[in-house]
């Protein structure tokens, strides 16, 4: 009983989900379909995450199914690869469309039925007017647009060009069929939109079979009732385009009738999410690739660490509306962290080391510790690691004069390294310029594990590892791609990138088990941050990739002490 009251305590509630419970009880419909129709002319991104969050979470909450659509509709522009990328994205976060993969393009046929069909009963006429006349005719929002020389043609004449456009007899660009709708429309959706243009370009699907193709605005919809689709949701910006879709199902014997429901876009702050603007940032080698973990790409995510759990969480958190919205990258970041902070094993790891000698410990002597894997969750285990004479420590983790709220090592104090013992620092060593190259240190044999031998307390616990048993890495450290919380989205967007939004650490050490981490499967290191092993990986070098850095109380109090 419990269970079930806290289940619906936390299912999400909006707008789209209440509409769908209502159509169910009113028996509008007898079963629930939606769908997730992303255009393979790139890769996904959070965006797209929360509409595919959406689609799928609804199938699954009333019992329906979801449907995978490619709309590919432009040959011009898609790939194959991003065809991959799409599934292999929309799987990763943890949805399955099992048999209803689709792509618009095997509706091409039936499409092209239809517009005959809309031929017939003359309501589309083949206009031979350049794609620039077009415009010019189709008017402004305030002045209505005024009629094609060509609209009156005949239906017979309208069927032979129309079959000689899908022929190849024309050049692109010099035809296109368009819906006989009504130039004076207050909504400019509606002054005869294109449905067909002819384009000479190989399809990722249909090969070379088709040389006209539909519209997206022709395709959508018709595709969304071919598929029995109940609930066609989309952004807002499609909101202007609905009454061109209705009057299409309208005059088309089309098998059933969806009914769409627009809800806001997800914008981000420090971050574009057009996928025009992303292709731009990869062709031109802003970053590398589509997976560059700055990128707000699905894959890029991935690679940079965050869990596919937390994507999920943050979708069910910004929720659905229909107001528009900016949502703070640090928002996203913390549902990572929560997450994160609950599965990922710890593990140490230094990243700009200092060399720490103890001078009482036997040149030739190990010792193997105990340390826990995730204290958060006791299934994770422990494991072993090694401690020797010596050492690697952070060389943030020591200051030599250090003001009063540094607890940190320092001349003469005694610290814990974790899981280890209680060590003194005795000496500082110098190069000729002054800089710290080393420090000498003596440990206390009774603190073994890290516990006080006598009560005694200390203020700071360090990370370190064994410098005879420790692995080298490198780790690279990701910023913002965008300096600006809102970066420029006119075209001048790529002024606004962050030059400091990536740097590497080539002289990082960590324990051994680093060597047995996983691609995608992200781990802590303790006391810095999150980091997960990157694809670039080899036999010759292993690279981490920082996931996010831990909320850190002492870089808050120097922000603090700055801002005095
Ligand atoms: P972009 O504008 O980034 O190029 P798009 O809308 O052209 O995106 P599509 O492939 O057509 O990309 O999108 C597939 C689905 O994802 C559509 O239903 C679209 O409304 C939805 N979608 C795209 N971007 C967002 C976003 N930022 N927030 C929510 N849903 C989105
Ligand atoms: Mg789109």
Redesign the pocket.
Known sequence: MENKENSTATAPKDFVREQVATDLAAKNTSEIITR????P??YL?I??A??ICLNFGIAEEFDGRCHLRM?DTNPAKEEEEYIEAIKQDVRWLGFDWGDHLYFASDYFEQLYAWAEHLIENDKAYVDDLTAEEIREYRGTLKQPGKNSPHRDRSREENLDLFRRMRAGDFDEGTRVLRAKIDMGSGNINMRDPVLYRILKAEHPHTGNSWCIYPTYDFAHGQSDAIENVTHS???LE?ADHRPLYDWLIENLPVPARPRQYE?S???ISHTV????R?IQLVNENHVQGWDDPRMPTISGMRRRGFPAEALRDFAKRIGVTKSDNLIEMAYLESCVREQLNKVAERRMAVLNPLKLVIENWPEDQEDELEAVNNPEDASAGQRKISFGRELYIERDDFMEDPPKKFFRMAPGREVRLRYAYYVTCTDVVKDESGNITELRCTYDPESRGGDSPDGRKVKATLHWVSAKHAIPFETRIYEHLFADEVPSQGDDFLDGLNKESFKRLENCWGEASLGACQVEKTIQFERLGYFVKDKDSDSSQLVFNRTLPLRDSWAKVQAKSKQK
């Open positions: 997730f129709p992303p255009e002319n790139g991104h965006g797209h929360k509409a709309d949701l989309c952004t499609f809800y876009r997800l914008n999410l057009s996928k025009r992303l």
